[in-house]
């Protein structure tokens, strides 16, 4: 689909004349994608400013853009998955067993490492920070910031639980119920290890983890989770807590593991952009999620 401007207008208020049927979160895809281009270039902003005879196109998802200028065969070099790249953000997709960033052991292989390299393979200077960790059995969208005004911004929007995270599961067993939520308060102690703790115990931290089944069969289940807290095993404790353990934790009792990991995955994460403060949303299919 090919345009031109004839009036100055806001990008978004464009698509939406074009597009009037569909909903502003499936228009702001169509840009975070890559799919908008104006006069030949690739554009991500949705308050960006469409002049008078600007060359409008919209690419068919066939022949999306990749979030980037490097060719192909050095994103492969990379090592790393990107769902979505521009000047402040950088999304990829955490594989299992991975750790997001080095510990005090100073880990090499880390994904943090992964993605600095790349981006230093584009300009030297080049640096990333960590928005957010999934834990290392945990595979995923993971957010990461090209500066430091942004990495404030959104770690600011995850302490005031402003960041829309949903996770998917396969447990073992079936819950009791097809939906809930699970609160518990969390202790970490100097070992790493993680256990439930009273309300009023002072290292205590609230999880708060929402939960519903998507598919069933006699022997596992299929969750979506969406959690409030970001703590630390918050979902493998509470799939634990309802006593269907996640599928390969055999840290919090599972007794199977056929895939040969732990079965969960960060799936979709929604926030607002540091740049442009509007919301974005990034998705990732479970690689575990047909049963």
Same mark, same amino acid.
């Given at each position: 689909?090919?345009?031109?401007?004839?009036?100055?207008?806001?990008?978004?208020?464009?698509?939406?004349?074009?597009?009037?049927?569909?909903?502003?979160?499936?228009?702001?895809?169509?840009?975070?994608?890559?799919?908008?281009?104006?006069?030949?270039? #690739?554009?991500?902003? =949705? &308050?960006?400013?469409?002049?008078?005879? !600007? *060359?409008? +196109?919209?690419?068919?998802?066939?022949? %999306?853009?990749?979030?980037?200028?490097?060719?192909?065969?050095?994103?492969?070099?990379?090592?790393?998955?990107?769902?979505?790249?521009?000047?402040?953000?950088?999304? #990829?997709?955490?594989? =299992? &067993?991975?750790?997001?960033?080095?510990? !005090? *052991?100073? +880990?090499?292989?880390?994904?943090?490492? %992964?993605?600095?390299?790349?981006?230093?393979?584009?300009?030297?200077?080049?640096?990333?920070?960590?928005?957010?960790?999934?834990?290392?059995?945990?595979?995923?969208?993971?957010?990461?910031?090209?500066?430091?005004?942004?990495?404030?911004?959104?770690?600011?929007?995850?302490?005031?639980?402003?960041?829309?995270?949903?996770?998917?599961?396969?447990?073992?067993?079936?819950?009791?119920?097809?939906?809930?939520?699970?609160?518990?308060?969390?202790?970490?102690?100097?070992?790493?290890?993680?256990?439930?703790?009273?309300?009023?115990?002072?290292?205590?931290?609230?999880?708060?983890?929402?939960?519903?089944?998507?598919?069933?069969?006699?022997?596992?289940?299929?969750?979506?989770?969406?959690?409030?807290?970001?703590?630390?095993?918050?979902?493998?404790?509470?799939?634990?807590?309802?006593?269907?353990?996640?599928?390969?934790?055999?840290?919090?009792?599972?007794?199977?593991?056929?895939?040969?990991?732990?079965?969960?995955?960060?799936?979709?994460?929604?926030?607002?952009?540091?740049?442009?403060?509007?919301?974005?949303?990034?998705?990732?299919?479970?690689?575990?999620?047909?049963?």
């Amino acid at each position: 689909m090919k345009k031109t401007i004839t009036e100055p207008i806001i990008l978004l208020e464009f698509l939406k004349l074009q597009f009037p049927q569909t909903t502003n979160n499936k228009l702001r895809k169509m840009l975070s994608e890559g799919r908008v281009k104006i006069n030949d270039s #690739v554009v991500f902003k =949705a &308050k960006q400013t469409l002049e008078l005879n !600007d *060359k409008f +196109e919209l690419l068919d998802r066939s022949n %999306k853009i990749l979030q980037t200028d490097k060719p192909l065969k050095e994103l492969k070099k990379s090592a790393i998955e990107i769902i979505y790249e521009d000047d402040d953000l950088l999304v #990829v997709e955490k594989p =299992a &067993k991975l750790l997001s960033v080095a510990t !005090d *052991k100073l +880990e090499q292989n880390t994904l943090h490492g %992964k993605c600095v390299d790349y981006l230093k393979q584009q300009d030297s200077k080049s640096w990333c920070y960590i928005v957010h960790r999934l834990d290392k059995e945990t595979s995923g969208i993971m957010l990461l910031s090209k500066n430091k005004q942004s990495k404030d911004y959104l770690q600011e929007q995850f302490s005031q639980r402003q960041v829309y995270r949903i996770y998917h599961a396969m447990v073992e067993g079936q819950p009791l119920e097809q939906s809930g939520t699970v609160e518990q308060h969390l202790m970490e102690d100097k070992h790493l290890n993680i256990r439930t703790v009273n309300s009023k115990h002072k290292d205590g931290k609230l999880a708060i983890t929402h939960w519903e089944v998507i598919h069933q069969t006699e022997e596992a289940s299929l969750i979506r989770v969406m959690i409030e807290t970001g703590r630390r095993h918050q979902i493998r404790m509470a799939m634990k807590e309802l006593g269907c353990p996640i599928i390969g934790d055999k840290l919090h009792e599972a007794e199977s593991n056929p895939f040969g990991r732990i079965c969960l995955h960060a799936t979709s994460l929604e926030f607002l952009h540091p740049a442009t403060d509007e919301p974005v949303r990034f998705e990732s299919q479970p690689p575990f999620a047909k049963i």
